[in-house]
Every structure is written in structure tokens, then in C-alpha cells.
T-cell receptor, first 110, second 113 residues
Framework: QQQVKQSPQSLIVQKGGISIINCAYE??????FPWYQQFPGKGPALLIA?????SEKKEGRFTISFNKSAKQFSLHIMDSQPGDSATYFC?????????FGPGTSLSVIP | DGGITQSPKYLFRKEGQNVTLSCEQN?????MYWYRQDPGQGLRLIYY???????QKGDIAEGYSVSREKKESFPLTVTSAQKNPTAFYLC????????????FGPGTRLTVL
């Protein structure tokens, strides 16, 4: 099953709060799990990524939590800022392709 | 500056016309990809190429065609056979060596009138 599920579809968070986006997959052949950030009218850009042999990766205010047994992973954005307002895509690498989730539109309000 | 360029940024087409979207990269990447983005549907793979003169269909290749004559270039033609071509089209490239980061261009918004 080459699909990545993502929730919620949209998210509104107050400035300074924590944004959490969840993803799930079925295919155990996926071997790399990146998150991409996309601002309106622009192409996506890599935000942070994790390998399945690691349970957590943190880069600044962004953290990926990975649960291999549950086939789930999530993005946490600490101290969310209005500049974080964007669409976030979780993804999974499969051989020579990347499978993207449907995206989460995040709005951080002052 | 290394990166991916797509042109034009906005494109309008009449029904029944073919149109070609340009994608050029100077990252020396082997692999290049075309995605279509529609609201609420994420990115769907149209075609991809791992090497010059070779390409594979993605999940929604019908109504599209590509060529890869040069490593730097991967143009996408949206043919009149594509039933609903109005969308945001994104080109990406990667080294082709897993695990891979995809580098995206700024996109072309195609509107069929």
C-alpha cells in the first residue's frame, strides 16, 4: 500500500503554542520520512527528515517523533510563530519515489 | 545560484491546445520529477526520470508527455487529451541516490480557459 495518511487537514494555533501534525503509513518498505513546508505560490522545501531506526529528531523548534511499530510519525512545532503559517506535507521514500501525504494547512494567529 | 527554474510562472491555454512547461536545473542532479498539485490532494506524480533519455510514468501520466534529452532539462507537455489540466505544476530534482531530498522549483500555474 503506497499511501501516506495525514491529519488534520487544517490547523489553527495561537502564537507560542504547539502545532502537531500526524501521519501514518502501511508499507514497511518505506525507508526515509521527510517533512516538506510549502508557502503559498511556492514550491515545497525540505524541513526535516528522519530514518526509521531513529525515534526522534529535533532541529530547532521542529521535532519529528517516529513510532515504527505503530507505523506513525508526527511533526511538532514548538513556540509556533505566524511565519510558520504554511502547508506541511509528510512523505515517505520508496525506492526511487517519494510518496506525499495530502498536506496540512497551518495558520498561526497572533 | 544553484536551483531549479520553471517557466512560465502563469500560463493560460485554450481548450484543445497542447502546452509545454519548462523545467531546468543546475544542481547536477540525475533524477527529475513532475508533480501536479490540486487543492486538498497533495502532490501527485506525473512522470519521473532517473537518467537522460529514460523516464517512467507516475500515478497520473495520462494526457501528459515528457522528454529528457539533457541532464539539466525535463520539459512537460500537457496535451489536449488531459481532461482537467488546470492545476499547479511542480518540477523537482534529486541526486537519485536514496535516501533522497527533492528540490522543488517555484511552480507553474496552468489555467485552461
Amino acid at each position: 500500500q503506497q499511501q501516506v495518511k495525514q491529519s488534520p487537514q487544517s490547523l489553527i494555533v495561537q502564537k507560542g503554542g504547539i502545532s502537531i501534525i500526524n501521519c501514518a503509513y502501511e508499507n514497511t518498505a518505506f525507508d526515509y520520512f521527510p517533512w516538506y513546508q510549502q508557502f503559498p505560490g511556492k514550491g515545497p522545501a525540505l524541513l526535516i527528515a528522519i530514518r526509521p531506526d531513529v525515534s526522534e529528531k529535533k532541529e530547532g523548534r521542529f521535532t519529528i517523533s517516529f513510532n515504527k511499530s505503530a507505523k506513525q510519525f508526527s511533526l511538532h512545532i514548538m513556540d509556533s510563530q505566524p511565519g510558520d503559517s504554511a502547508t506541511y506535507f509528510c512523505a515517505a521514500n520508496f525506492y526511487d519515489k517519494v510518496i506525499f501525504g495530502p498536506g496540512t494547512s497551518l495558520s498561526v494567529i497572533p | 545560484d544553484g536551483g531549479i527554474t520553471q517557466s512560465p510562472k502563469y500560463l493560460f491555454r485554450k481548450e484543445g491546445q497542447n502546452v509545454t512547461l519548462s523545467c531546468e536545473q543546475n544542481l547536477n542532479h540525475d533524477a527529475m520529477y513532475w508533480y501536479r498539485q490540486d487543492p486538498g490532494q497533495g502532490l501527485r506524480l506525473i512522470y519521473y526520470s532517473q537518467i537522460v533519455n529514460d523516464f517512467q510514468k507516475g500515478d497520473i501520466a495520462e494526457g501528459y508527455s515528457v522528454s529528457r534529452e539533457k541532464k539539466e532539462s525535463f520539459p512537460l507537455t500537457v496535451t489536449s487529451a488531459q481532461k482537467n489540466p488546470t492545476a499547479f505544476y511542480l518540477c523537482a530534482s534529486s541526486t537519485g541516490t536514496p535516501p533522497d531530498t527533492q528540490y522543488f522549483g517555484p511552480g507553474t500555474r496552468l489555467t485552461v480557459l
